[in-house]
């Protein structure tokens, strides 16, 4: 309970004016009264401790994009390892703080889409959280979203630690389809927007949950001290029907970084590789990278995406993009085959009579 305090205390630091601050910790237990989290001096993280984020002050916090339209969630929270869970506290913690390892979620309800002015099919999607306070107040963080196959009827429930539901709830949270990432950077205000152009897949899932509750779900694995890479997917070019030239922009920002692509015919679930050329890509500028594939099939959808990872560890993805290779050569018809054995037999019978001839 005396970490969970301290954690309350620190967090309040970030707290921020557009927001209603909230009246209870992360665990449901009072906060201490304003001023008083000056005493412990605590502001930088202690050993074995990473990056976290995600105190929201109560107050709606995040917001989908669909169409170009905005849509605010009807709840946020947290699910700790240990399975712990309170569905009446909205912050949403990520990260790894004070032994404890957080994942959060953001819930939208999808069923009535038309009082924002939105109509379905959903061509795009962007998820918008205010970034919130995070500990400590420099240094990154990658915040990778995931689809979650929990019912929210089950997510928004009560869990005691140990709780076997609650510990399958946090796994799900971080372990589904990939939907994209965003980097959180601890320096920015806590009224800063983390906003994340979510992939092919995740649009799909959002069309399938039209009329229902769509929830996201987040984890954040790593504290880095220098900005992750910046990835960008370009179109594809040059397209046949058995072969493209995928593309995108990388810029390193300061520390080496190796850069792949990834693709498949599955929105997803890339599951092949190729290295991008160039391969590793240093300095702090954009360096455009691209990759030659072959061997693919004709007439078919391919899904791609650009993949870093610099020296720290950091892993970041572009968008997911698509590209469809062109048919193959045109089967010739029935009647042009019959065209062409008349032809055929034609020619026979002119060789033969011009053997004759010659004999």
């Not at 399975?83 to 912050?91: D, E, F, K, L, Y």
């Not at 107040?137 to 929210?152: E, I, K, Q």
Request: aromatic fraction near 12%; proline fraction near 5%.
């Amino acid at each position: 309970m005396k970490n969970l305090l301290l954690l309350t205390v620190f967090i309040l630091i970030g707290s921020f004016t557009t927001h209603a601050q909230g009246t209870s910790n992360l665990q449901g237990d009072p906060t201490l009264p304003p001023g008083q989290y000056a005493a412990s001096g605590q502001t930088t993280l202690r050993a074995g401790d990473f990056f976290i984020f995600g105190y929201s002050g109560g107050a709606s916090s995040a917001f989908l994009e669909l169409n170009g339209v905005e849509i605010p969630s009807i709840t946020q929270g947290w699910y700790l390892d240990n399975g712990n869970h309170s569905a009446t506290n909205s912050n949403y913690l990520c990260g790894f703080y004070y032994n404890q390892y957080y994942r959060n979620f953001m819930a939208f309800d999808l069923a009535n889409l038309n009082n924002y002015g939105i109509t379905p099919p959903i061509t795009s999607a962007t998820l918008k959280v205010v970034k919130a306070s995070s500990i400590p107040a420099t240094g990154f963080a990658v915040w990778d979203l995931y689809h979650v196959s929990t019912p929210w009827s089950t997510i928004n429930t009560n869990y005691n630690y140990g709780d076997p539901t609650g510990l399958a709830i946090f796994s799900d949270l971080g372990t589904g389809s990939y939907y994209g990432n965003g980097t959180v950077d601890g320096s920015l205000p806590s009224t800063a927007i983390i906003a994340t152009t979510l992939n092919t897949a995740a649009v799909t899932d959002i069309n399938a949950s039209v009329g229902s509750v769509f929830v996201i779900g987040g984890r954040s694995d790593d504290y880095l001290t220098n900005a992750p890479p910046t990835a960008v997917t370009n179109a594809a070019t040059s397209v046949t029907s058995n072969s493209a030239t995928l593309n995108g922009e990388v810029n390193a920002n300061g520390l080496p970084t190796t850069v792949t692509f990834l693709y498949g015919t599955s929105s997803g679930n890339l599951n092949q590789t190729v290295n991008a050329v160039p391969n590793s890509v240093t300095g702090t500028t954009s360096t455009p990278v691209s990759a030659n594939i072959s061997g693919l099939t004709p007439g078919v959808t391919y899904y791609f995406q650009v993949k870093t990872e610099n020296s720290q560890g950091a892993i970041v993805y572009g968008a997911e993009m698509e590209f469809t290779t062109s048919s193959g050569p045109l089967p010739v018809p029935l009647s042009n085959w019959a065209i062409y054995f008349g032809i055929f037999l034609i020619g026979l019978f002119v060789m033969a009579r011009y053997r004759r001839k010659m004999a």
